[in-house]
Structures are given as C-alpha cells and as structure tokens.
C-alpha cells in the first residue's frame, strides 16, 4: 500500500468519525430538547400570568372594605389587561365570602374608576359574558352540586349540613351554582379571588386550608399558591401573606 492510499484513508476514516460524532451530538441534542422545553413550560406554569396576579389584591381590598386601596388595585389591574367584566365578576364573587355590604361598595368603586378613567379618554375592554344561561330551581341545585364535587374531589357531607339545610342549599345553589356557572371568569381565576379574601380575612383559617386544596383541585401549583403568598406581603397585607403561607402547608398533605 503506497503512501498516497493510506494518507487517503486516514481522511476518510477522520471524516467518518467526524460524522459518527456530529450524529451522536445531534441525537443528545434531540435527546434533551424535550426535557428542556418540559422544564420550560413546568417553569411558565410555576408562574402566575400579570392578570391572575391583578385579581389578588382586588379581591383582598374588597373583602376588608379599604376602598381607597381597592381603587388603587383595580386601576392597576385594568391597566395591565383585566377586562370590566373580569373586575365585576370577582367584586359580584365577594358577597360570597364577605357579604352584600363589601360586594356592594367595591361595585361603586369600580362604578367610580371606571368613570374616571372614560374621563380621561380610556376606553377598558367589556369583557364578555357568560357563554350559556344560568340554570334555574332544580337544575341550578344539581349543576351547583356537581360543581362542588368536582372542585372539592368529592361530595360534600358534614353535621353542619344536618344542623342547617338551607346554608347546604344556599351553597350549593348560590355559590357553586349561581357563581361558578358563570364561566367569563375561569375556575383558577375564581379560586384565586377566594384565596386571596380568605387570606385577607381573619377568623377563617379552615375555610382558606380548604380553599388552598380546592385551588390545587382546579390546576393551580403549589408554586403558584405560594406566588399569591408574596404578591399579598408586597401589595396588601403581611398579616394576610402569613395566612396564605399558613394555610398552604397542610394543604397540600393527602
């Protein structure tokens, strides 16, 4: 074999194993593109979105009554992409937690931001309303029941209910019902609002303990429950923060 030959053939063996390496490092790279883009949407998911984010203090302000700051809250919520109707549905969802009285009042305050805000040549998006009728009498006590059961993982039972009927029936048919069949604002968005008043209120720690599981029953992370923690320290309350947290420990034990 002459020199020519063989220096020919240590090219092209080079060139071979050139190309077996630049295939092996393809494949790797084909390998962990998929679990780069996992960790990817895992890391989106973790977060809250700037609208979920908006809703938390709105809906904390109103279920403690501080005007003056709910009206601060919602002029930041609707700047950075809440709709009117967004806004109303979690204020309407008050009455739920916090009474006509809060519900009512944070409904003027939006009234009056709105007002100002048309003053000042801003035009917020309507939003839309809901996609389909709110079923009435039995149909709406059956559709209230069978969305507390898929929000709670089970069938609520309890002496309570035994004691006092018509709360059993008030929450079904109401809450569950009335409320939760209004499908302009998302179940995650709706038990944010819970999570966040709850937080802000104090003397119902069992009912937020329950509400933190409920919100992890509609999809939202434990990571994300933990975002609400901070997002209430920074704009409304550490009192209401110290709730949240409290409240997410047990909360995510079977």
């Known amino acids: 074999m002459n020199s020519t030959t063989r220096a020919k053939r240590r090219i092209h063996g080079a060139l071979a194993l050139a190309m077996t390496l630049g295939a092996s490092a393809d494949a790797a790279a084909d390998a962990q593109a998929p679990a780069a883009q996992q960790k990817a949407i895992e890391a989106r998911a ?4 700037t609208r979920q984010q908006a809703v938390i203090p709105i809906a904390a302000f109103a ?11 919602l002029e930041t ?35 009056r931001v709105l007002e100002a805000r048309r003053a000042r040549g801003i035009e ?50 109401h809450l569950f019902g009335d409320i939760f069949e209004r499908d302009n604002l998302d179940w995650q968005m709706r038990e944010l609002a819970t999570v966040s ?15 933190m599981r409920v919100s992890q029953n509609v999809g939202l992370s434990r990571s994300q429950l ?14 209401a923060a110290r709730r949240a947290r409290a409240a997410l420990a047990p909360a995510a034990q079977p």
């Open 226 to 239: 933990e975002q609400v923690a901070d997002v209430l320290g920074a704009r409304v309350a550490p009192e």
């Open 197 to 211: 008043m709850l937080s802000a209120l104090s003397g119902v720690e069992s009912q937020l303990r329950s509400h």
């Open 124 to 173: 917020d998006a309507p939003g839309r309303a809901p996609s389909r009728p709110i079923p009435k009498g039995e149909a709406l006590l059956a559709a209230g029941t069978a969305n507390q059961t898929e929000l709670t993982g089970s069938p609520v039972r309890g002496p309570v209910f035994a004691l006092a009927p018509a709360i059993d029936e008030y929450l079904k048919t």
């Open 77 to 111: 919520g609707l700047d950075t992409g809440l709709t009117v109707s967004d806004a109303r549905e979690v204020l309407v969802q008050v009455y739920a937690y916090a009474g006509f009285p809060r519900s009512l009042n944070a409904l003027g305050e939006l009234m």
């Open 63 to 73: 279920a403690v009554g501080e005007i003056a700051r709910l009206g601060k809250a």
């Open 46 to 49: 973790a977060v809250l979105s």
